[in-house]
């Protein structure tokens, strides 16, 4: 297992501008960044899993150095699997923090060869998040702005 691999992992529900500027900046730090997307059922999430990965898979198609994949189960198990040593979260605001540090102590309580890292977001991407597009979208809003580009019809073909 090499810490030259990560997860970056997620509902992404659907995938945002906010995820992709993590992504791309985690592909510059490690040499595979897997991008692990979770079921996620308690959630409920508004686009299934067949959906979503597919729509990561064309948001970061240019990416070299990024896999898409489906896990079920404990991240830590999946981090084994695919030999990750790291995962990579994203912290918007103070309010992530606490929950963030809690699964990031968990994880690290199973697997105390796993770290985990926080990246923030760049400041335009700061404020969005998966619910927020989702709560627009109900709304019949326009989302363009907030998503990756390659990802614009299949958001509004719902």
Known sequence: MSKKVAIYPGTFDPITNGHLDIIKRASTI??????GIAPSESKQPMFDLLSRVEMVELATKDILNIEVISFTGLLVNCCQ??????????????S????????????????KEIDTIYLMPSLESAFISSTVVRDILKHNGNVNHLIPKEIEKNVHNI
Not at 30 to 35: N, R, T
């Open 30 to 35: 490690f040499e595979k960044v897997y991008i």
């Open 96 to 111: 992530d923090f606490e929950y963030e540090l809690q699964i990031g102590y968990a994880n690290a309580s199973l697997d």
């Open 81 to 94: 699997e695919i030999g990750a040593k790291t995962i990579v979260r994203g912290l918007r605001a103070v």
